[in-house]
């Protein structure tokens, strides 16, 4: 399946590793909760293969405790259901758009080029925002994590599985449930696959809030882990052996806390948000004499 190459969009991402707050003081949901405004927002329960709907019943439930008043249901079992003019329909008016966990391939391939997944598309370039938490949060990239081996070292032939994603956020991979489920490893053996793309990996109750393609703010209780191997000088992983270890020289990391920020252009941390520099480097006006 092949997403559409865009440029910078317009909209917001929100990227949660898993397992986010749901009471009302969560700042991850509530941040979605502002970014709605007086539109409305559409939970996209696709990834989940539940069927009684409590996964959205429980989602409601929390938004319209944080003040989100216009909530729909955008649950789709089959691609066919995702090209009809109804499920097109539920994302009338919406303002963001949040996925919820479960499996990113039903996502993708329930989704991809359909008559939803446009609108979706729409959404974010007229300046929306698209969040997700777990499998939400792997979609987002152009290139996504489907399955791999994690807590142990990565070996050469580990069955790191990747596949297109949604498309939102080039040359990052994003990974979840990251320090939780020990999956350093395999973001490893997935940049040392694709040096140009950045690794993210966001811990649960974790996320990042994706300004454009620029950069991104850290938000949650957890940690969020940036991998670069644009500069890597040496890597085993098209010489050796199937069972040998992975090795790869001169990785960069970054680990971001709450409230830290990442410049995605320059692939560098900051401390400040890159508005916050310029309007500290932006001269004074001088009061006026009376």
Known sequence: MTFPNRGTGSGTLIIIGGHEEKQ?????????AERVGKGRLVVATVASSEKNGELAKE????FRELGVKDIAILDVRDRSEALSEEAEAVLDGATAVFFTGGDQLRITS?????????????????????????????????????????????????????????????RVIVDQ???ERGRLPRLLGAVAQNPAYLGVGIDENSAILVHGEDWFEVLGEGAVYVLDASQVTFSNLSEADQDETLSI????????????????????????????EKEK????????DK
Do not use: N, W
């Open 177 to 179: 449930h990251f320090a």
């Open 249 to 276: 020289f001169d990785v960069r990391m970054h680990v971001l806390a709450a409230g830290e920020c990442f410049d995605l252009r320059e692939r560098r941390p900051e401390i400040k948000s890159p508005e916050e």
């Open 59 to 62: 989602y409601d439930e929390v």
């Open 110 to 170: 329930q989704l991809g080029d359909s008559r939803a997944y446009r609108r979706i598309e729409e959404i974010y370039q007229k300046g929306g925002t698209i969040a997700g938490t777990s499998a939400g949060a792997s979609v987002m990239s152009e290139t996504m994590l489907v399955e791999g081996d994690g807590e142990a070292s990565y070996k050469i032939g580990s069955a790191l599985r990747m596949a297109p994603g949604l498309g939102f956020l080039r």
């Open 24 to 32: 009302r003081e969560s700042d991850i949901l509530k941040t979605v």
């Open 281 to 288: 480097k932006r001269p004074k006006k001088k009061k006026a």
